[in-house]
Structure formats: structure tokens, C-alpha cells
């Protein structure tokens, strides 16, 4: 509890861009994929693609651009 209280007040004061968004990143299999669709309830649910994400490595503190599989919600898709 402590901790969101925190990020919601550096929040108001920092605010994050609305396209920015903080998670982390999996390697996963085929199988795993295919399993992960049917329980996020592809693609009625929701929708996949491939995006370039801009990443930083924790391991090196390197920023890179890799193409990664999301999962979209096009009920709240923003289509600026």
C-alpha cells in the first residue's frame, strides 16, 4: 500500500506520459503462447501484434528497441 501511495504522489508531481508504460518483458514458447491466448480470451478479448518497444536492460542499463508480442484491448485502444 505504501509503495503506490508513493508512485501516486511522485505522480502528481512527475507526471508519466499517457504512452509510456512501466511492465516487464517474458520469453515465451509457442506452446506458451498458445495457451496464454486462449486464457486472455484471443482474439474476442482481445487482439495481438508485433510492436518495437523501446526496453531498458536492467542486467546493463542499456535502452534498446526489440519487437515484442501484445496483447491489446481494442475496447480501449486510443486511436490518436
Given at each position: 500500500m505504501e509503495v503506490?501511495?508513493?508512485q501516486s504522489q511522485?505522480?502528481?508531481h512527475c507526471p508519466i506520459p499517457q504512452?509510456?508504460?512501466y511492465g516487464l518483458v517474458y520469453e515465451i514458447s509457442p506452446s506458451?503462447?498458445?495457451s496464454l491466448d486462449q486464457s486472455?480470451?484471443?482474439p474476442r478479448a482481445y487482439?495481438?501484434?508485433l510492436m518495437g518497444i523501446e526496453l531498458w536492460l536492467a542486467k546493463n542499463g542499456k535502452e534498446v528497441v526489440a519487437q515484442c508480442l501484445?496483447?491489446?484491448d481494442e475496447?480501449?485502444?486510443d486511436t490518436r
Open positions: 503506490v501511495h508513493q511522485i505522480r502528481q504512452d509510456l508504460a506458451d503462447e498458445a486472455e480470451g484471443v487482439t495481438k501484434e501484445v496483447y491489446i475496447s480501449v485502444r
